[in-house]
């Protein structure tokens, strides 16, 4: 079992430039969740994705956009990047939503807005 | 709203010493709570978590965790620190229906030999 797979693992961006972010889960997991951790701080929870549809969203900006295929992989847009974008993007999968569920964590994306 | 402060942004200790990692939570609701730790340039692993089954949670690589109500902690204890324990540790816990995650700031952990 792979585990949690995020592509690409580093990129750098100029502001105002758009990005995506992919990831695939865990086998068997449906439901995927996007963290943001900026250097220094814990992972701040971007939105969450079950049967293609975003079920809850954090405290983050329109610009912050997500997608979940069929297979359950998915993605994560930026549009209109700023500086203060540039962060660790972390991806995690479970097998169902709840607050007992364990989420399984990729390695991340890490991406730098120059 | 849920909340986790972890106490000390960075923690020393010597090889073969008690390892402490406090975390302090604010609930509503019971809470879950969940501790991870991160190693440099990777993601998050799952330590433990607590369900309300049992107080003292075990988990991986030595660690456990006891939750005390009364004081809102669910602080990461290591009898024996070992090298391979240095990395970041995270406190967190769940909220919301879907089971989002709050997660402390971190504290670093080094081990000294």
Known sequence: DAGVTQSPTHLIKTRGQQVTLR??????HD????????LG???QFIFQYYEEEERQRGNFPDRFSGHQF???????NVNALLLGDSALYLCASSPETGMNTEAFFGQGTRLTVV | AQSVTQL??????SEGALVLLRCNYSSSVPPYLF????YPNQGLQLLLKYTSAATLVKGINGFEAEFKKSETSFHLTKPSAHMSDAAEYF?????GSQGNLIFGKGTKLSVKP
């Open chain 1, 23 to 28: 990831c695939s889960p865990k086998s068997g």
């Open chain 1, 31 to 38: 439901t995927v969740s996007w963290y943001q951790q900026a």
């Open chain 1, 41 to 43: 701080q814990g992972p």
């Open chain 1, 70 to 76: 069929p297979n359950y992989s998915s993605e994560l």
């Open chain 2, 8 to 13: 000390g942004s960075h923690v020393s200790v």
């Open chain 2, 35 to 38: 501790w991870y730790v991160q």
């Open chain 2, 91 to 95: 406190c967190a816990v769940s909220e």
